[in-house]
Each structure stands twice: as C-alpha cells, then as structure tokens.
C-alpha cells in the first residue's frame, strides 16, 4: 500500500524569505502526486499536480513542485512567502485503480513571521 | 470557477443516531468521494463512487456507513448509528473523468456526544 511523509509537522518562515516543504512517498509504480492547502476552517484547495511528464509543475499562488523520482520525493517550493501563505499544507499520493483514492501526509502547519 | 458543496457545516448529534452529511459535487464530474480528518490526524479515505456504485472502500467504511447518490446532483453520507468516535471532519470531493486532480468541498464538522 502506498504511503506519504511529510516530515516536518510545523515550519517557522519570515514573510519574503523562500520556502520548501517536504514531502517523500512510498509506492510501487509513478503516482499521481498533489499538493493541497488548507486554511482555518476551510476545505482542501489544489495548489499542483504531477500525473506525467516535466518532473517541475507549477501550481497557483506562485508555488512549484518538483517531482523527483531517485527520492520518492515531491517537494513543494516558493521563493517568497507571503502572510496569507500561513495555513497547513498536505501532500497526496493517488493510484490509477479503480477508485484512484488519495492517500494523504500528516500535514506541514506554516506559520509565516512578519 | 465551480466548487463542491457540502451541508451543513457543522452537525452535532447524539450518540447511536444516524446523521446524514450531504454533498453536491461539480456538475460534470463523474466520481466521487468521501474522506475523514479527524482532530490532528490525517486525512483518511473513506469511500469511492463512479457510475452509481462503490469502487472502492477503506476499512473505516464499515456497515455503518453508505453512500448514496439519490438524484442528479447530490451525494450523500450515512452514518446508521453514530459512535463518539465517529467525530470529525469529513470532506466530499468529486473529479471529472481521465487524469484530472480531486476537488475538495469545505468539509462538515460532526460532533457526536
């Protein structure tokens, strides 16, 4: 069964300086790969996906993801945070069966000092 | 831009009643699904749907809980007889066919005392 690790439960960042959030993956085969944020009180929104192709997706908002397969890794990246970036962002790992269910990382909280 | 809607947003309920949490996914997409997060945890599959039936369940979807789509628009989550652990938030999503990313609604808060 596949897996996802987001090691990093809280990341402390100043507003303007980059970011990258971490995320490592456990499957047999190329997943599907999301990034979704969360803000208090509200649903999951999709930043990017990677289903194929060219291995750097760029999402809304200014974020990038970068899928790398050596690593099972697709880290998320901006290079200038912002206030309103401050919110808990989840990685998800999909397989093409036939319910193509999403499994889900614990999670990063962002907190962004001005 | 289209999104997924869910109802209520928060629903409060005794224990060993049944609740059901209502979803209305993007008009054209095909599939659909439920997940749970519960306080702190991670999100959790619970159940897939496509061309009015299951495609897939996790192991948390027990007896206690079905899923119907009773008309054109809405998707439904039952729970027969709630426990208190069945407290959470639970999330429809919908997607359209081919390779095309989960929409997620705002979820539902279920709070079960």
């Known amino acids: 069964a596949q897996s996802v690790t987001q090691p990093d439960i809280h990341i402390t960042v100043s507003e303007g300086a980059s970011l990258e959030l971490r995320c490592n993956y456990s499957?047999?085969?190329?997943?599907?790969l999301f990034w979704y944020v969360q803000s208090p009180g509200q649903g999951l929104q999709l930043l990017l996906k990677?289903?194929?192709?060219?291995?750097l997706v760029q999402g809304i908002k200014g974020f990038e993801a970068e899928f790398k397969r050596s690593q099972s890794s697709f880290n998320l990246r901006k290079p200038s945070v912002h206030w309103s970036d401050a919110a808990e962002y989840f990685c998800?790992?999909?397989?093409?069966?036939?319910?193509?269910?999403?499994?889900f990382g614990g999670g990063t909280r962002l907190m962004v000092k001005p | 831009e289209p999104e997924v809607t869910q109802t209520p947003s928060h629903q409060v309920t005794q224990m060993g009643q049944e609740v059901i949490l209502r979803c209305v996914p993007i008009?054209?997409?095909?599939?659909f699904y439920w997940y749970r997060q519960i306080l702190g945890q991670k999100v959790e599959f619970l159940v897939s749907?496509?061309?009015?039936?299951?495609?897939?369940k996790s192991e948390i979807f027990d007896d206690q809980f079905s899923v119907e789509r009773p008309d054109g628009s809405n998707f439904t989550l039952k729970i027969r007889s709630t426990k208190l652990e069945d407290s959470a938030m639970y999330f429809c999503?919908?997607?359209?066919?081919?390779?095309?990313?989960?929409?997620f609604g705002d979820g539902t808060r279920l709070s079960i005392l």
């Open positions: 990677y289903f194929s192709g060219d291995t």
């Open positions: 749907f496509y061309n009015n039936e299951i495609s897939e």
């Open positions: 008009s054209n997409h095909l599939y």
């Open positions: 999503a919908s997607r359209d066919q081919g390779n095309q990313p989960q929409h």
């Open positions: 998800a790992v999909g397989i093409n069966n036939a319910g193509n269910m999403l499994t």
């Open positions: 499957y047999g085969a190329t997943p599907y």
